[in-house]
């Protein structure tokens, strides 16, 4: 209920990449704020056996497995949130990483099949997505779209694997954001970024840390201003933030997550 006692409409999501860490967290976020959440993924039995989790929770949930770089794929999960909720409202272009890409650490021998793998999993999907579902925003009248970008689309980070295309992928996400802000904004859709700094998102990130010589673990915990990680709840806040009712005058912003790495 809205603080004037008025019902809220019931809102559909589509978080892409949710079957696990950040993803995941932002979903549970918007399911326990009464959302129909689409979980997606390319593991179908992940997604499922998340979605089950969350009915059983007594969230309201559905799968929509997929490959956010195929388009075909991207189609079929926005017509299953469409098929689950009647519309869709919110999207969350979560997913992205560089895991299982394998490249040079030098600049010099950057494979380019690496180059193209990254921005399609960190960029181009982010367009695929927002182009299937801006029109049954723009039917509704309203709309949220959330891309979650990375500090190193603000900083640079010396990168581990793949991270020169990786943060170039991120970059593009704040001009794409800004763009379509402009363009959507008369149309009820807003759309923001959030971007997370050093999150403890999961096994693999930890693992990585874990496996760092402790100056640099040190130093890394050291270039936030609050001296920790991020915790999953304070990156899916945000996100829940942008996609409220009450976020329909925050256009083309982005929101630093990273504990004062970056500061505008």
Not at 67 to 93: H, K, P, Y
Not at 139 to 161: D, F, K
Not at 174 to 190: N, W
Not at 222 to 234: D, F, G, Q, S, Y
Request: hydrophobic share 45%; charged share 20%.
């Amino acid at each position: 209920m809205s603080g004037n006692g008025s019902e809220r409409p019931l809102r559909t999501a589509l978080v892409t990449g949710s079957s696990q860490g950040i993803g995941r967290a932002i979903a549970a976020w918007l399911a326990r704020k009464g959302r129909v959440v689409g979980i997606n993924g390319r593991d179908t039995a992940a997604v499922q056996a998340t979605v089950d989790a969350f009915t059983a929770r007594g969230w309201r949930a559905f799968a929509a497995p997929g490959d956010v770089t195929r388009a075909a794929d991207v189609q079929r999960m926005v017509d299953a949130a469409v098929a689950a909720g009647g519309s869709l409202d919110i999207l969350v272009n979560n997913a992205g990483g560089v895991a299982g890409v394998q490249a040079s650490a030098a600049f010099e021998e950057f494979e380019e099949e690496a180059w193209h793998a990254v921005l399609d999993r960190n960029l181009t999907s982010v367009f695929l997505c927002c182009r299937a579902a801006v029109p049954h925003m723009k039917a509704r009248g309203w709309g949220r779209i959330i891309n979650v970008a990375s500090e190193s689309a603000r900083v640079p980070i010396v990168p581990r694997t793949a991270g020169y295309a990786y943060a170039a992928a991120k970059s593009g996400i704040l001009g794409l954001s800004r763009v379509l802000a402009t363009e959507l904004g008369p149309f009820g859709i807003t759309v923001n970024v959030v971007a997370p700094g050093f999150t403890r998102s999961g096994p693999r990130i930890e693992a990585f840390y874990n496996a760092l010589p402790p100056e640099k673990q040190a130093a890394r915990v050291a270039a936030t201003a609050v001296k920790r990680w991020a915790e999953l709840p304070e990156i899916a806040s945000a996100v829940g933030y942008f996609a409220s009712e009450e976020a329909s005058y925050c256009i083309g912003a982005v929101l630093d997550v990273n504990g004062g790495s970056f500061m505008p």
